[in-house]
């Protein structure tokens, strides 16, 4: 039995070898066919038990890695902010929110609201409530964009 599987083995390395004379090697074919002769050699002498463990502890390995990754994204963000030499956390946010007492033009307010400068009473409201719908906090926006949207709208109005 043993002198087959010698044989076997043999046979599979010259065609490997064959394949590997030509200049078009299909890397991701003898990975695979690698893959399958070492676990083919496992299962025939016994240890594919033990191949099985060890896939196991990494795919536990790996869950719990996962999950790390997961509970810690804002740390990992900030520190990827803190590399690249973006502002962090409150800067920021100071950053990228208008000051409170600035002026809004009525050419900002109208892009805001993507309206044009022949847009109604109507029209404003109309595009107000379709942009808070999408941008209120409570259905995923953020307060400063609410913010925005509410005072293009009080712009327009007067």
Known sequence: ?????????????????QRLKKDDVNWKAIGLGAGAVVILLLVITGKAPALFALLAAAMAAATRVASFGLNNYSLFEQLYRKIKGEPIGEQASQQARPPRDSKMTR????????????????????????????????????????????????????
């Open 107 to 158: 050419g900002e307010a109208l892009s805001i609201l993507g309206l044009d400068e022949s847009a109604t009473p109507e029209d404003i409201k109309k595009a107000h409530r379709k942009l808070i719908s999408a941008l209120h906090p409570d259905k995923g926006g953020t307060p400063e964009l609410a913010a925005r949207v509410n005072k293009a709208r009080d712009t327009l109005l007067g």
């Open 1 to 17: 039995m043993r002198l087959l599987f010698i044989a076997a083995l043999a046979f599979l390395a010259w065609l490997a070898y």
